[in-house]
C-alpha cells in the first residue's frame, strides 16, 4: 500500500486496491512514528470488514496524542506500549471479546484456556501493571484539572472514562499549537525540507512528530549538534525503513525527527530554532 509523498498520507486508492476475497487481516498503524499523519481508522475499518478481514490497529504512536475509542474507530483488535504514554515498557493489546474467545491462543499446554488469561503467557509483570496504572490516573487526573470546558463534548461519558476523554482532546489541543509553532518555524528557515502534512488547515490530521532535513547538514549532524545544545532529537529511519525508502532519504542517512508532547512549551521550540540557526 502506497502513500502520498507529498504529504505523507495513505493513499487509500492503493488500500482499496489491495483488499481482495483472500484479504485475511488489515494492519495499519492509527498514526505514524515517523511523519506524524493519522490515518483514517474508521474508513479503514469499514474497507476491511467488507472484504471480509480483520482490522488491526496499531495505535503505539497515537496514544500519548489524541482520544483513542475501538468503538468509534471499529476495529477488531488494537494494540499500544504504555512506555509511549508515559509508562513502563509493557504492550497492551485490546480485543473484540468474542475474537479473543474464538481464535487460537499461542500458550504453553498447561495454561489455562480462559480468555484474557490464554492470550497472557507465564507470570503476569506485576510491577508493569503497577506501574501502567500509575501511567493512567495521571492521564486521567489532567482530565480532572483542566478538561472541564471539553466535558460538554462528551455528555455520553462518566466517571474514568469521561477523565480520559477529556484529558486527551485538552493534550491534543495544547500539541496542535506546538505543532503549528513547531511546523512554521521549520518553513521560516532556508534549506529545511519537512515531510508529512504541512497545511495548517490538516493539522488536525498529524500528531507533534515532524521530521525535516536540512541542506547542506546530514540528519546525523544535525542530532549531534542539536545534542550539544541540550535538545534531544532523532535521526535515521526509526524503525519507518518504507518510509524513508518511499520518500527517497534513507540512503543519505534518513531524517531528523522531533516529537513533542504536552510536557514542552513554546520556549522550547525557540531554543530549537536558535540552535538550529547556529548550523
Known sequence: ??????????????????????????????????????????QIAAMAHAAGAYYVVDAVQSAPHIPIDVQAIGCDFLLCSAYKFFGPHIGILWGKFDLL???????????????????????PSFETIAGTKAA???????????????????????????????????????ERELVTHLIEMLKSLSGIEIAGIT??????????????????????E?????????????????????????LDKQSSGGMVRVGLAHYNTHAEIDRLEAALKKL
Not at 487526573?141 to 462528551?154: C, H, K, P, T, V
Not at 498529524?206 to 525535516?212: A, G, H, I, K, M
Request: aromatic share 10%; net charge negative; charged share 20%.
Open 1 to 42: 500500500v502506497d502513500m502520498h509523498t507529498e504529504d505523507c498520507t495513505l493513499d487509500m486508492d492503493s488500500l482499496e486496491a489491495a483488499l481482495t476475497d483472500r484479504t485475511k487481516v488489515v494492519a495499519t498503524v492509527h498514526a505514524s512514528n515517523a511523519v506524524g499523519s493519522i490515518n483514517p481508522v474508521q
Open 199 to 220: 497545511d495548517p488547515a490538516h493539522y488536525h490530521e498529524r500528531v507533534p512528530t515532524v521530521v525535516f532535513t536540512m541542506q547542506g547538514h546530514s540528519p546525523l
Open 101 to 123: 474467545e474464538r481464535l487460537p491462543a499461542y500458550k504453553v499446554r498447561p495454561s489455562k484456556n480462559v480468555t484474557p488469561y490464554r492470550w497472557e503467557t507465564g507470570t
Open 222 to 246: 544535525i542530532a549531534t549538534h542539536l545534542a550539544q545544545h541540550d535538545i534531544y532529537v532523532w535521526d535515521g529511519n526509526y524503525y519507518a525503513l518504507a518510509i524513508m525508502e518511499r
Open 136 to 174: 493512567l490516573e495521571y492521564l486521567a487526573e489532567i482530565g480532572r484539572l483542566y478538561g472541564d470546558s471539553e466535558a460538554q463534548n462528551f455528555q455520553n461519558f462518566t466517571g474514568r472514562r469521561l477523565d480520559f476523554k477529556t484529558s486527551m482532546t485538552t493534550l491534543a489541543n495544547y
